[in-house]
């Protein structure tokens, strides 16, 4: 009642505000069509009938002024301010309370190269003096990728594991860091979301201390926790990195910019804790990854334990098994990782699946600005092998121009940011050239009435069955590593079509290629 008493007495102080006019304030704009002589109005009347539209615009901040100081007394505001407030509580938390991932971390700790006395000895000299000796050689790269998407975080950390394996050295992993809070959650989209989360929420691989193929620890990678327990600040060694060639505008590739580590790891490789100090740069940038300069490591990081031996986390595989129903696999050891011995050839693979990836949001306005930054796909999705290219300058001769630019831009829209008719016509072209696709799974951050148009026409199209991500099943834990369930998925499938531009696409195929699936599986929108 007292709501309902207060909401009246506003609507009435609003109509008494509206109603009364002084006197003063009275006039018409102009005479009556009763006159003879009716005319516009004379200049001194527009300049008086501005006047009056002055003190009338006066009169109305007066009249709000007044209406606030009768209607918000002090407890009115402080119950307006305190129920925003709450209603803010509420909308963040109706998202839900993320993990902190608590268990990951006690099973990170406990990984076997983790165990403090078996990585360092002391022993106390004749001088009295404790002395440390390193079983172990680490290496660190302080100022690693934060604040960014998981996929950037990968193709990062694979390379700087790569010249950790190069060099006989521990790498050292860190978590994935979305904010540098205290805090253990952040807002992100009117919702919380972990400030960081253990790598190995993500991944188990070799870049994630998980096992090498001789099957040493000697070489395992560890935390950051760790090796700021074991390596103490007078025992590191700082690798200066202002020399290295990593500037774009000097046109080193990748395996310079390795050897060039690799040479200066080499000046220090008796020491156990070497760090290299990027000195507030990123030493392996969108210039590198983004372009064909990566290529040049890219078979050999193929081979290596740090792709052949990837896997993702149990946590992420165990989605994939808990919709099995949705994934519909010919045998259900296809959800699994598969021995080498496994009976048969497709082992692993989700026969009759195409993932494809549709990345929407801000793409909307990345891919025009593609345009104007000449870019191409991401240096992995140029590799010579995959079927598909994209190539801007035959587009411009066919239209006989190499000037005006903006006339590329529906070419990158229809392979950066396609529209529904157009992914119906390519994904046609793609079970054409793979008959047994019957499936298929859609990786994408659009809305979901997109998402149900998109599936509406592509099952008008034949496809048998259309899915995507937001139909999985997932509780708090796992909807945080939500987009690498959907690349484990994806690595699986029979056929993948990626977005050439994007890192989550590149980083898919590159899984892909380096668990033995012919580069022909591999296509682009």
Not at 67 to 92: P, W
Not at 156 to 167: G, K, T
Not at 311 to 326: E, K, Q, Y
Not at 417 to 440: F, Y
């Amino acid at each position: 009642m007292k709501t309902w008493s207060l909401f009246t007495s506003i609507i009435r102080r609003l109509d008494d505000y509206q109603r009364i006019r002084p006197e003063e304030y009275s006039y018409e704009l102009h005479p009556t069509n009763d006159e003879e002589d009716y005319s516009l109005p004379s200049p001194s009347h527009r300049r008086r009938k501005s006047v009056l539209h002055k003190r009338r615009f006066s009169l109305t901040i007066f009249s709000v002024v007044s209406f606030v100081q009768h209607t918000l007394t002090l407890r009115r505001l402080v119950f307006i301010i305190s129920a925003t407030l709450f209603l803010l509580v509420v909308g963040i938390l109706s998202s839900g309370v993320p993990s902190t991932y608590q268990d990951v971390r006690v099973y990170e700790r406990s990984l076997p190269q983790h165990r403090i006395r078996e990585a360092v000895n002391e022993k106390i000299g004749r001088d009295g003096v404790t002395e440390r000796i390193h079983r172990r050689k680490y290496l660190w790269f302080d100022g690693a990728l934060w604040g960014h998407g998981l996929n950037n975080v990968l193709q990062e950390s694979f390379v700087m594991a790569y010249v950790a394996q190069q060099s006989h050295r521990s790498y050292v992993f860190e978590d994935h860091v979305w904010s540098q809070s205290p805090l253990p959650y952040t807002l992100y989209d009117f919702a919380l979301r972990p400030s960081r989360i253990p790598m190995n929420a993500f991944i188990s691989g070799p870049s994630a201390g998980g096992p090498v193929p001789d099957g040493s620890i000697t070489h395992r990678a560890v935390s950051l926790e760790f090796f700021n327990t074991v390596c103490r600040s007078e025992e590191r060694i700082m690798v200066n990195t202002k020399e290295a060639p990593i500037d774009a505008s000097l046109g080193k590739d990748a395996n310079e910019i390795v050897s060039w580590f690799l040479d200066e790891l080499k000046k220090v490789e008796d020491e156990p804790c070497v760090v290299i100090d990027s000195a507030g740069r990123t030493l392996f940038d969108r210039e590198l990854f983004g372009t064909k300069r990566i290529l040049p490591i890219f078979s050999s990081l193929l081979e290596s334990p740090i792709l052949a031996n990837f896997a993702w986390s149990p946590l992420v595989l165990s989605v994939v098994a808990r919709n099995f129903a949705i994934l519909q696999p010919d045998d259900l050891n296809d959800l699994y990782p598969s021995p080498p011995s496994y009976s048969h050839s497709n082992a692993g693979v989700l026969s009759g699946l195409v993932a494809v990836h549709l990345r929407r949001g801000d793409y909307s306005r990345h891919c025009h600005r593609l345009v104007g930054w000449d870019d191409e796909y991401m240096g992995v999705n140029q590799y010579d092998e995959l079927p598909d290219r994209f190539d801007a300058d035959a587009y411009l001769r066919e239209h006989k121009t190499s000037e005006d630019h903006t006339i590329l831009t529906p070419y990158y829209l229809t392979h950066c940011l396609p529209e529904i008719p157009e992914i119906v016509a390519r994904l046609h072209q793609v079970r054409l050239d793979n008959p047994g696709l019957k499936r298929i799974y859609l990786l994408s951050n659009g809305w979901g009435w997109w998402l149900n148009s998109l599936r509406d026409s592509l099952k008008k199209d034949g496809w048998e069955d259309v899915r995507h991500g937001g139909e999985l099943e997932m509780d708090q834990a796992q909807k945080h590593v939500a987009m690498a369930v959907d690349m484990a998925i994806a690595e699986k499938a029979e056929v993948f079509v990626g977005n050439g531009f994007s890192s989550l696409s590149g980083n898919i195929v590159t899984l892909r290629l380096s668990k033995g699936f012919k580069a022909e599986s591999n296509r682009f929108l």
